[in-house]
């Protein structure tokens, strides 16, 4: 029988084991970081 604990422990092993997910997210994350960083410095550099 599966219980709540051990079914979301394999849930977040399947999605933050695998190293193909891994690898997308951490590029999306720098990506969208790097974008809101860029946006936000060109909204300074307008202001002036």
Not at 12 to 20: E, I, L, M, P, S
Not at 34 to 40: G, K, N, P
């Amino acid at each position: 029988m599966v219980t709540t604990g051990t079914l979301a422990a394999y849930a977040f092993k399947t999605v933050f084991g695998n190293a193909d997910v891994m690898t997308g997210i951490a590029t999306w994350t720098i990506f969208l970081t790097l974008l809101f960083l860029s946006i936000a410095i060109y909204k300074e550099t307008r202001r002036e």
